[in-house]
C-alpha cells in the first residue's frame, strides 16, 4: 500500500518530548559522534570513519541512520597539541521524517609532550552545527481523509504544516571531555546546549530538543594473547535513560575483534537489547612502545546484529543491522604524532581503548 497511516507522527513533529537521538551499537566506529571530544584522539594524525543502521528490519520502511567523520591532530615540534579539528555529517530517517546534521568541531588535548610528558591525558571539544529537518507530507494520511471505506482521496484541513511548511532547520551547540590515566578513561558530553526549537507547528512549552547529557568509562586489560575493553555508557535525553554495558575482545596477532553488548534504560525494566559484533583489520605494522604487546592496524570493518528480547521483542521487529569502517592515516610520513607508536608517554589514548 503506498499510502501509511502514520498515527504517531502529529506526536513526533508537535512536541520534542519524543525527539531522541540516534543509538549506535558501534560506537567505536562513531567515537565522534558519541563524545566531541574524541576528535583529534585517533591512532595517527587524520581519522576518516563511519557508521550506518538499520532498524527494526520488519518494518515497510525500517528506520536507518548514517553518521561520518573526519578529524585531524595537530602537533609542535615538542608533541604539544596545537588544535584538534573535526566535522561530522549525520543523517537520520525515521519513516517520511528527514533529519541531516553537519558540524563543525575545535578541541585541544593536554598532558602530551617531549620532555614533560604527563600520566595522564585530557581532551576537550565544542561542536557546533545546523540541522535540516523536513518531512513528506504528500504520503501522509490523517484521520479526516478516511471514512468506512478506506481512503476518500480529499485533502487534509488538518493544520500540521501550516502555509505547507514541511521543513524546520536549526542551530546547535554540543561539548564534550575525555581523561585516560593508565588503563582507565572515562569522559562525558552534552549534545543540544542550547535545546533548539524543532515543532513545524510553532514554539511551545514542550517542544523544544531536549539536551542529551552521555557519561562513559573503559578500562584496557592487555595480556599475552588478548586486549579485554569493557564499557560502560550511560545517555539522558528528555525522559528516555539507556544504558549500554559489554566489551570488545581484541586479539593480539590477530586482525578480529569481537564484541558483546547489552542495552536497557537504566532501571532495567524495558525491552533487553543484546548486540553482538565483529570487526576485522588490516594494514598491519609491529607496535614498539612499552604499552602493548599486539600489532596496529591501520584500517578497520566491521558488522553488528542486535535486537530486542522484550518490548517489542526480535519476532515483531526482526532487530538491527549495523555496519562501520575507520580508517587512521599519518600525513606526509609525520611521525610526531604521539598518539602513534612513536608516542613516549606512558598512559594510554582513547584509540586504544576502541
Known amino acids: 500500500m503506498k499510502y501509511k497511516i502514520l498515527i504517531f507522527l502529529t506526536l513526533l513533529v508537535s512536541t520534542a518530548l519524543h525527539a531522541q537521538d540516534a543509538l549506535f551499537s558501534q560506537y567505536y566506529f562513531s567515537p565522534v559522534y558519541l563524545n566531541p571530544a574524541f576528535t583529534g584522539c585517533a591512532k595517527n594524525n587524520i581519522r576518516l570513519a563511519g557508521a550506518a543502521k538499520m532498524q527494526w528490519l520488519n518494518l515497510n520502511q525500517s528506520y536507518k541512520y548514517v553518521t561520518g567523520a573526519g578529524d585531524i591532530s595537530v602537533y609542535d615540534d615538542n608533541l604539544r597539541n596545537i588544535c584538534n579539528l573535526g566535522g561530522t555529517i549525520t543523517h537520520t530517517s525515521k519513516g517520511f521524517l528527514r533529519n541531516t546534521n553537519i558540524s563543525g568541531i575545535v578541541g585541544r588535548s593536554f598532558g602530551t609532550g617531549n620532555e614533560n610528558c604527563s600520566n595522564w591525558f585530557l581532551s576537550l571539544a565544542i561542536q557546533a552545527g545546523y540541522t535540516f529537518n523536513n518531512v513528506n507530507s504528500t504520503y501522509l494520511i490523517f484521520s479526516d481523509q478516511l471514512d468506512q471505506n478506506g481512503i476518500t482521496g480529499s485533502p487534509s484541513q488538518v493544520d500540521l504544516f501550516q502555509n505547507g511548511n ?25 549534545h543540544h546546549i542550547n535545546e533548539p526549537e524543532i515543532s513545524f507547528k510553532g514554539a511551545s512549552a514542550d517542544s523544544k530538543l531536549p539536551r542529551k547529557i552521555t557519561g562513559h568509562i573503559s578500562y584496557l586489560w592487555d595480556g599475552d594473547y588478548l586486549k579485554f575493553k569493557p564499557t560502560l555508557i550511560t545517555s539522558f535525553q528528555g525522559k528516555s535513560s539507556v544504558l549500554t554495558i559489554g566489551s570488545l575482545i581484541d586479539f593480539n596477532d590477530f586482525p578480529i575483534e569481537l564484541g558483546i553488548w547489552y542495552r536497557n534504560n537504566t532501571g532495567f525494566t524495558n525491552n533487553h537489547a543484546f548486540s553482538i559484533g565483529f570487526n576485522w583489520k588490516w594494514q598491519s605494522s609491529r607496535v614498539s612502545n612499552s604499552n602493548s604487546s599486539s600489532y596496529e592496524y591501520a584500517t578497520k570493518f566491521g558488522l553488528n546484529y542486535d535486537a530486542e528480547a522484550y518490548r517489542p521483542a526480535i519476532n515483531t521487529t526482526h532487530g538491527a543491522l549495523g555496519i562501520g569502517f575507520q580508517k587512521d592515516v599519518i600525513v606526509a610520513d609525520d611521525i610526531k604524532c604521539p598518539t602513534s607508536t612513536s608516542g613516549i608517554c606512558s598512559y594510554r589514548f582513547p584509540w586504544e581503548f576502541f
Do not use: C, H, R
Open 166 to 190: 514541511t521543513a524546520k532547520n536549526y542551530f546547535e551547540m554540543s561539548s564534550g571531555f575525555v581523561f585516560t590515566i593508565s588503563n582507565l578513561m572515562f569522559g562525558g558530553a552534552v
